[in-house]
């Protein structure tokens, strides 16, 4: 069993940034697809950075391409969400989400839509304008 705690979110206006950080429990796959999603009220829970940990590829969608950073500290069991040039758009719910991959992956994209086991409580982010 995988427990996963975000923690980083808070309200922060247009333009700023902020850094949401995943403490997980035990990562001790070599192979993972990991990664943070969102859900803002009435819309769909989306994948925004997702990363394979097989090869190191990563996902970004549209919307946050060029402003949000995925990265890990596998020696500390961690993963980051580095978020700039904030909008009222990202304003959501945030968690972060791991599963491990038994067969070889080609690349991050199988991870996008993964049928993600282990999901964190959400921090929560609030963008104002």
């Known amino acids: 069993q995988v427990q996963l705690v975000e923690s980083g979110g808070g309200s922060v206006q247009a333009g700023g940034s902020l850094r949401l950080s995943c403490a997980s429990s035990?990562?001790?796959?070599?192979?993972?697809?990991m990664g943070w999603f969102r859900q803002a009220p009435g819309k769909e829970r989306e994948g925004v950075a997702i990363i394979y940990t097989g090869d190191g590829s990563t996902y970004y969608s549209d919307s946050v391409k060029g402003r949000f950073t995925i990265s890990r500290d596998n020696a500390k069991n961690m993963m980051y969400l580095q978020m700039d040039s904030l909008t009222p758009e990202d304003t959501a719910m945030y968690y972060c989400?791991?599963?491990?991959?038994?067969?070889?992956?080609?690349?991050?994209?199988?991870?996008?839509?993964?049928?993600?086991?282990?999901w964190g409580q959400g921090t929560q982010v609030t963008v104002s304008s």
């Open positions: 989400t791991t599963d491990p991959v038994a067969r070889r992956l080609n690349s991050v994209v199988p991870c996008i839509n993964w049928p993600y086991n282990y």
């Open positions: 035990r990562y001790t796959y070599s192979r993972n697809c």
